[in-house]
């Protein structure tokens, strides 16, 4: 299984709704609000790089309140635990 992280810039009013048609898309397996440069990031799990070409240019591209796109393809994943460490900084007084 292949996973990919698309960053996506939306329309200044279009967030919601677009980040609801981006997790509609097969293909997405979810769909994040964000802050900074990016407003969405939807994480991509598919089984060959043609079902990525499917996702992005057949379903992301047709999205009207999408302004932009970068896809990073992952390398490796790393322990769960691990990766629940790094997600938990900051937290532990909440």
Do not use: C, H
Request: proline share 2%.
């Amino acid at each position: 299984m292949i996973t990919a992280f698309v960053l996506i810039q939306t329309a200044r009013d279009a967030t919601a709704e677009t980040a609801e048609a981006v997790a509609e898309i097969p293909g997405v397996a979810e769909v994040y609000s964000v802050t900074g440069e990016w407003d969405l990031v939807a994480v991509l799990r598919f089984a060959d790089f043609e079902q990525l070409d499917d996702i992005v240019t057949l379903g992301l591209r047709k999205l009207k309140g999408i302004a932009r796109t970068q896809t990073l393809l992952a390398f490796r994943a790393y322990p769960n635990k691990l990766l629940e460490q790094g997600f938990n900084i900051g937290s532990e007084g909440a």
